[in-house]
């Protein structure tokens, strides 16, 4: 299942392959840049200081001063070029979408809340985009450093180093027991969130409903109902995490007083060397933070998945109308519509609309269709451009089936003026 929204993701980094390589040649960089540190320390200790040697400390140091200068290059490439990256992809995904939209059935609207439709366009999309490179960025940092203190560790000394791994299973375990209440409680936030966005969105367009009826109050409550839930959700999921933090804080730092009890066992048997024993210390601390790293980034892309799995889900609708193969535009439209035997239902085992309508209006005639609210009015007039397809009989304009003609041409034929009226912003053009 991911591998397949994996296919369809990559495609999104082609056009900026060069700028991929140059952060992911960056971030391997700066990953190794990190574990000289450590072994130049125990050098300096080891070495240069017993020899007494300045001249070959000031290299050292003048070495270490221009690798950091080096470093703060590459991560201000990693940090820039990263998120130059993530942006353009979230434009992309953003432009995509919209377009789609654009080709979409009316039913589509219909039935999907705006508040939704905003929250996948801007959220969802804004965590896919910051994803999209934080993610390879960071695992690859972490599998570098991991990978890279574990190797150096074990040239150091591998009985301390077999100490360090048994420390390993203990944290996998711990993070594991959270992974669920993590999945559990980031699906709540989401949820609650929409729930909030929802009931914005119904108070504010429904705002004139709202202030004739007196119902200010209601909505209020309503509202905070929902905001209180988010807060509830909330706080539970910040509890999690502060107790995952704090643990997986605790499991290293102990790691560390182990590595310090046993390393001070072997320098005080003579079995290490001081320089080493400090090198050692050093690469344990760099050694847990990828841990962690990769656990969040676990988490980071179940989310960008389930993001991407919305996106997904909109690309994927396939607008119902659109121009059939033989289409052909109406021109010199006189006006003649006819309806003949006409049924129409919104969606399928929903109540029948419209039944057996026949009305014939001829080019320059007035007709005006009078009936009781809820009889279909609108729903006739909504035929014409063929905001929705009807399911029996035919629509016809000088003669022509709606069906033939390209909806371009046929809806520029037509004028709507709707009953409630929608007002863009910008200038009349
Ligand atoms: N988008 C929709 N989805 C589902 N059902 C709808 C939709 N729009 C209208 N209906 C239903 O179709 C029926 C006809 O509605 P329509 O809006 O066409 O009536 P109308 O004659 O224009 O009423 P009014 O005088 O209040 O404007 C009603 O039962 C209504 O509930
Ligand atoms: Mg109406």
Redesign the pocket.
Known sequence: MHDFMLKRFLPYYRPYRVLFLVDMGCALLLALADLVFPAATGRVIDVVVPAGDMGRLARFALALLLLYAVRAGLEYIVGFYGHVLGVNIQRDLRRNIFKHLQTMDIRFF?DTKTGQIMARIMNDLFDLAEISHHLPEDVLVAVIRLVGSLVVMLLIDWRLALVVFAIIPVMALFSSTFRDKFRRAFKQNKETMAAINERIEESISGVRVVRAFGNEVFESRRFDEGNEEFRRSRVRSVKHIGVFSSGVGLLSNWGLVIVLAGGGYAAIKGAISPGSYLAFTLYVSRFFQPLDILVRSMEMFQEGAAGFRRFLEIMDTEPSIFDSADAVALRDVRGTVCFSDVGFR??DG??R?LHRVNITVAAGETVAIV??????????CSLIPRFYEIEEGAITIDGLDIRRATLDSLRMSVGLVQ?DVFLFSGTVR
Do not use: E, H
Request: hydrophobic fraction near 25%; charge should be positive; avoid cysteine.
């Open positions: 219909d919104y969606g929903r109540a609309v009936g009781p609210s809820g009889a279909g009015k609108t729903t006739l009953q």
